[in-house]
C-alpha cells in the first residue's frame, strides 16, 4: 500500500511562494509517475502538474507554466511543487498522486493520493 503525505502548504500573499513536498512510503517511490492536482470547493479536482518516474519529463497546467516547478528527489522518496509569483486563485487543496501507468492529465490515470495540503493566497 502506497501512502503519501504532503506539507508546506501555507498562507501568502499574492506574489508570494510556497514549496510543496510529498513524502511517499509503501512502494518503490522511483517507479512511479506522479502529480499534484489541486481542488477548490465546489470545483473538481484539477491537474496542476506531473513528472515520470526518472524526473525527466514534466508537464504543467497552462495556468502554472512559468510560475511553478515540480522536481523530486528519489532518494529521499519526495516529490515537491515550488510555486512561485502566486496568485490568489491558486488558493486550493493542493494532493500528491501517484500512478503506476504513465502520468496523464486525467485523475483517473492515478492509483494513490494524498490527504491534501492548503494553499491560501491573499489579495
Known amino acids: 500500500q502506497v501512502q503519501l503525505v504532503e506539507s508546506g502548504g501555507g498562507l501568502v500573499q499574492a506574489g508570494g511562494s510556497l514549496r510543496l513536498s510529498c513524502v511517499a512510503s509503501g512502494g518503490t517511490f522511483s517507479h512511479y509517475d506522479m502529480a499534484w492536482f489541486h481542488q477548490t470547493p465546489g470545483k473538481e479536482r484539477e491537474f496542476v502538474a506531473a513528472i515520470s518516474w526518472s524526473g525527466g519529463y514534466t508537464h504543467y497546467a497552462d495556468s502554472m507554466k512559468d510560475r511553478f516547478t515540480i522536481s523530486r528527489d528519489n532518494a529521499k522518496n519526495t516529490m515537491y511543487l515550488q510555486m512561485n509569483s502566486l496568485k490568489p486563485e491558486d488558493t486550493a487543496l493542493y494532493y500528491c498522486?501517484?500512478?503506476?501507468?504513465?502520468?496523464?492529465?486525467?485523475?483517473?490515470?492515478?492509483?494513490?493520493w494524498g490527504q491534501g495540503t492548503q494553499v491560501t493566497v491573499s489579495s
Open positions: 498522486a501517484a500512478t503506476r501507468r504513465v502520468a496523464t492529465t486525467n485523475i483517473r490515470n492515478y492509483d494513490y
